[in-house]
Antibody
Framework: EVQIVESGGGLVKPGGSLRLSCAAS????????MSWVRQTPGKGLEWVGR??????????DYAAPVKGRFTISRDDSRFTLYLQMSSLQTEDTAIYYC??????????WGQGTLVTVSS | QSALTQPPSVSGSPGQSVTISCTGT?????????VSWYQQPPGTAPKFIIY???NRPSGVPDRFSGSKSGNTASLTISGLQAEDEADYYC??????????FGTGTRVTVL
């Protein structure tokens, strides 16, 4: 069974940094593309970025609002995905979901971790 | 990349069919057969129900079906059931190798 568990959310001041982690199991993590998606409480979904598997070049793509501030990385030996967020703004307040990205769809989702950016 | 356009809400009685539209551009929905749909009941994480426009993953009831014409994709729920009450989002791969989501549609079962 695919399991995805995010962690690392919390309260951070504007301009601050935070790193989210995503522990994955139930599938071959090194063969997977992985994406981050966020959802502002009570609002819609927004794709954040994706990292491809190493055999596909490990290419990373980002959504325009986070490009240059957020960094996605992976540790295949630990079956873990990361999202390093810096220069955080109040608009980044959201639930952040880690997802398994396959066939250009987000096949499995974690339960999410809440990031609140506030002074 | 602008969000794909969905109606804010649709409703139907049990047993009826409802259709949710998802309108984009030739750079996303119209350019690729890479449209997916997600169901999100209140207070839960999204669950994916359609991929590559028409394909259902195992375990998703066949009353959920997808289609596409030009720049507009659609999700139809046939034989509406109370458990189908949720928010639904479309998503598409784009020409810039990113994904874009729809604005979301609340489905209400009357």
């Amino acid at each position: 069974e695919v399991q995805i568990v995010e962690s690392g959310g919390g309260l951070v001041k504007p301009g601050g940094s935070l790193r989210l982690s995503c522990a994955a199991s139930g599938f071959t993590f090194s063969d997977a593309w992985m994406s981050w998606v966020r959802q502002t409480p009570g609002k819609g979904l927004e794709w954040v970025g994706r990292i491809k598997r190493k055999i596909d070049g490990g290419t990373i793509d980002y959504a325009a609002p986070v490009k240059g501030r957020f960094t996605i990385s992976r540790d295949d030996s630990r079956f873990t995905l990361y999202l390093q967020m810096s220069s955080l703004q109040t608009e980044d307040t959201a639930i952040y979901y880690c997802t398994l990205d396959s066939n250009y769809a987000l096949f499995a989702w974690g339960q999410g971790t809440l990031v609140t950016v506030s002074s | 990349q602008s969000a794909l356009t969905q109606p804010p809400s649709v409703s139907g009685s049990p047993g009826q069919s409802v259709t949710i539209s998802c309108t984009g551009t030739s750079s996303d929905v119209g350019g690729y057969n890479r449209v997916s749909w997600y169901q999100q009941p209140p207070g839960t994480a999204p669950k994916f129900i359609i991929y590559e426009v028409t394909n259902r993953p195992s375990g998703v009831p066949d009353r959920f079906s997808g289609s596409k014409s030009g720049n507009t994709a659609s999700l139809t729920i046939s034989g509406l059931q109370a458990e189908d009450e949720a928010d639904y989002y479309c998503s598409s791969y784009t020409s810039t190798s990113t994904y874009v989501f729809g604005t979301g549609t609340r489905v209400t079962v009357l």
